[in-house]
């Protein structure tokens, strides 16, 4: 089954800077070879689900890996089985009706 998440990595008692925390999950999701997009408070990945959620296990994996005692994720998730629809159908959906609005 296709998905597509939001996922937000938070690695807990390292300090105020997370970034490295975060460019070892986004080194991991590009490794995996997932779509996705990298936004300021999370990630989009789109793919197979068992494949989506490895990469998430994977992200806890390395973030911990590197240190961080606790790690705590959101994530919003959805499927859908009426058609195939990627993340950039989506926005262009919304950016085509803006421009004939």
């Known amino acids: 089954m296709k998905v597509m998440i939001d996922l937000c990595v938070v690695p807990m008692g ?3 800077s997370v970034s490295s925390y975060v460019a070892a999950c986004q080194q991991e999701i590009e490794a995996a070879g997932l779509s996705h997009l ?3 408070y999370g990630t989009n ?5 068992d494949e989506v959620f490895a990469v998430v296990k994977r992200c806890h994996e390395v973030v911990h890996e590197l240190g961080a005692p606790r790690v705590t994720t959101s994530m919003r998730i959805g499927t859908r089985t009426d058609r195939d629809q990627t993340m950039a159908d989506k926005v262009q959906s919304v950016t085509e009706k803006l421009t004939t609005s």
Not at 45 to 49: P, Q
């Open 14 to 16: 390292v300090g105020v």
């Open 38 to 40: 990298m936004h300021a």
């Open 45 to 49: 990945i789109e793919g197979e689900w």
